[in-house]
């Protein structure tokens, strides 16, 4: 079935072969398992918030079509890598799956017919999706003209603030309009209150060890890792540019403090919050559940506004984080993409169903004619009555593209590191960025000669 490979001449290496080996063994159970099921749809997620979401959902869809099963499974963190193994074998992989933003290019390798994701454009198209949604979202699911994902998410980012606290420091963080009045701002709100010589409350907390918060006012800037040709353009001016305005935010203006544990929504950064150390935070919609869920007793202490814009009249928010939802071509193969694609909708364009998502996570939905719904106008307790979902569909038309590329997961992790050693003052931004693209350009020079053009 299967020719004699070694790892040099296995497309992603050693380590994917290896686990292809173990998912063709573990395969055997999941294609007798689906047999035992009967006719259905497999639908792989790999978020619990989806999961628990869609566990409401499909009994209705299922009640719509009558005979119809859809086999909902949560693999968690290993999801990506099943469907990876799953792709490469052309064996196992689900019907519908969704795929995380940062790890889309990881199945994108590869001569573009090759791609194990059948191309949406022509549907999309032909039923008038376009206009009814907000286009720049598809740039992450899409890739040589082609669109193999739908968007969960448009992830539109505001900034959350203290707002007594910046009051306390004689701030009106209202009248902010760019990112050059929030370090002025920012100057006055940090402060060493008990004059023991260190810094008790920040204007603003970033990431340091990730790429989160740089790569969130890069986007806002027209910028990113990857053109719309797929060209790296993470060496540009512009990119260097950023990158030293966030380092200057800790080394030069003093105005931003590390996150607290492994990321924004570490237990730390959260105690952090409450002691009043953190006065600010760039939040996308999802991260606005979070903070409710994990800290309800802040409520009322929060507002929010949009980004501080690089200039005045400059876009004013960004996007971060993403998950789309694909059809596979071995559901087209077993026939069932068609009964795939009207699941993909009610899934993801049912009104009510949008309107419950946002009620549970803060999630704006891409699908223009659900904003009108009364929720995205009501007042929210938390942000002391604010009309947040308003704030958020307002922004929505707003949201950058963010371009694609095979090699974006590797880029990534060695953006990470770019980063870190900037703003810890090892590497000058500029150095930092033209080693890491020309990394980048020599790992796909060499993948080209191995493969060809992909």
Avoid: C
């Amino acid at each position: 079935m299967f020719k004699s490979i070694d790892s040099e001449s296995f497309p992603l290496g050693k380590g994917p072969m290896v686990m292809l080996i173990l998912f063709l063994i573990s395969t055997v159970f999941i294609l007798a398992r689906s047999s035992e099921r009967g006719e259905g749809l497999e639908f792989w997620v790999f978020a619990s918030t989806h999961f628990e979401e869609y566990q409401a959902r499909v009994p209705i869809f299922e009640a719509q079509h009558p005979g119809v099963k859809v086999h909902l499974t949560n693999f968690g963190n290993s999801m990506h890598d099943k469907l990876l193994t799953a792709m490469l074998s052309n064996f196992g992989a689900p019907d519908l799956v969704e795929v995380e933003i940062t790890s889309i290019g990881r199945f994108l390798k590869g001569a573009i017919d090759e791609v194990g994701f059948i191309n949406l454009r022509p549907r999309l198209e032909s039923e008038g999706w376009m206009e009814k949604l907000v286009v720049s979202r598809f740039t992450p699911w899409s890739y040589r003209e082609r669109i193999f994902g739908i968007p969960h998410d448009l992830h539109p980012v505001v900034l959350l603030y203290r707002d007594d606290l910046f009051k306390a420091a004689g701030v009106d963080l209202t009248q902010v309009e760019t990112w050059a009045d929030f370090i002025e701002a920012g100057k006055k709100a940090t402060r060493d209150l008990d004059g023991d010589g260190a810094i008790d409350q920040y204007a603003i907390v970033l990431d340091r060890r990730t790429s989160s918060d740089f790569f969130n006012i890069l986007l806002q800037r027209d910028g990113g890792f990857f053109d719309q040709d797929g060209n790296i353009i993470i060496d540009s001016e512009l990119a260097i540019e950023t990158l030293e305005f966030v380092a200057d935010m800790f080394n030069k203006h003093q105005i931003a403090t590390p996150v607290y544990g492994t990321w924004h929504g570490d237990p730390s950064n959260f105690a952090a919050m409450q002691e009043g150390r953190i006065l600010s935070i760039m939040a996308p919609d999802w991260y606005v559940g979070i903070l409710k869920s994990q800290v309800p007793q802040m409520s009322g202490k929060w507002r929010a506004i949009s980004m501080p814009a690089w200039e005045i009249g400059q876009r004013r928010t960004t996007t971060r984080g993403g998950t789309m939802i694909g059809i596979t071509k071995q559901s087209e193969t077993r026939k069932k993409e068609k009964l795939a694609w009207e699941f993909l909708k009610f899934i993801y364009f049912d009104r009510q169903g949008l309107v419950n998502r946002y009620d549970k996570t803060r999630i704006i939905p891409p699908l223009k004619a659900a904003w009108d719904a009364p929720i995205f106008s009501e007042p929210d307790p938390y942000l002391g009555g604010q009309q947040l979902g308003k704030l958020f569909t307002k922004l929505a038309s707003e949201i950058p593209a963010r371009y694609q590329n095979p090699y974006w997961s590797e880029a990534d992790d060695l953006l990470n590191d770019a980063v870190f050693a900037v703003i810890t003052q090892k590497q000058t931004a500029e150095v930092a960025l033209r080693e890491l693209a020309e990394k980048v350009r020599a790992l796909m020079r060499k993948d080209q000669q191995r493969w060809g053009e992909m």
